[in-house]
């Protein structure tokens, strides 16, 4: 009987953890954006690359178009959205798809 109520809890323990993974409950926008590197396609592959402070500000860098680097701001916006808001007058949005990847437009950016 032991044994059946160890299987049992540990089994819910871990359904329990990977309901948490699958849904995205962990964390707040900035605990998922700042202090990791965001690079498409991948760091061994790197066109574009974005880098979040805690201070509410950001920096773009992509080598298409004969390169050029973006500084901003950003703001949750709520229901898994960033506003950016560009120092050079432009504005846009990222959504956060996972704890790992968000995308701008149709580009999928990952954290390294």
């Known amino acids: ?3 059946t109520m160890n299987k049992l809890v540990s089994f819910s323990l871990l359904a329990f953890l990977l309901a948490i993974t699958l849904i995205g409950c962990g964390g707040s926008t ?12 991948d760091m061994d592959n790197l066109m574009s690359a974005w880098r979040f402070s ?4 950001f920096n773009y860098s992509t080598t298409a178009f004969g390169g050029m680097t ?12 960033v506003e950016l808001d560009y120092n050079d ?13 968000f995308k701008v437009g149709s580009t999928i950016y990952n954290r390294y």
């Open 89 to 101: 007058g432009g504005s846009g949005e990222l959504e956060i798809t996972s704890s790992t990847t």
């Open 70 to 81: 973006r500084t901003g701001t950003w703001k949750d916006a709520g229901d898994s959205k």
């Open 30 to 41: 900035e605990d998922t954006l700042v202090g990791y590197d965001w690079v498409y396609p």
């Open 1 to 3: 009987m032991m044994k």
């Open 54 to 57: 805690s201070d509410g500000t």
